[in-house]
């Protein structure tokens, strides 16, 4: 069974930095490609990065990029997304999302099957 975990939100203040972890559990991520998206209250949920089974396809939103770096450790199952220069509209739940690599085409959430809990990510503390 496919199954992502996150960890790493918290409260920052702005200008701060934060390192999530999405932690692979039940498969081997070489073979995945892995999204993180955000959703803030009353908005839609919205890619944030996305990178490739092989790690050589990366993906920002506009809004993250210079800011945002997302790498991919397989031999330790996970992948990460560091955050630098937090500001306040940063600050939403953060979910990591894994799909089979051959099927990675967008960085949308309709690309992805396998979804985390999310995490609490607050750039305003």
Not at 17 to 32: E, I, P, Q, V
Not at 58 to 81: H, P
Request: proline share 2%; aromatic share 12%; charged share 15%.
């Amino acid at each position: 069974q496919v199954q992502v975990v996150e960890s790493g939100g918290g409260s920052v203040q702005p200008g701060g930095s934060l390192r999530l972890s999405c932690a692979a559990s039940g498969f081997t991520l070489d073979y995945y490609a892995i999204g993180w998206f955000r959703q803030a209250p009353g908005k839609e949920r919205e890619g944030v990065s996305c990178i490739s089974s092989s790690g050589g396809s990366t993906y920002y939103a506009d809004s993250v990029k210079g800011r945002f770096t997302i790498s991919r450790d397989n031999a330790k199952n996970t992948v990460y997304l560091q955050m630098n220069s937090l500001k306040h509209e940063d600050t939403a739940v953060y979910y990591c999302a894994a799909t089979h690599g051959l099927l990675f085409r967008l960085c949308v959430p309709s690309t992805f099957a396998s979804w985390g809990q999310g995490t609490q990510v607050n750039g305003s503390s």
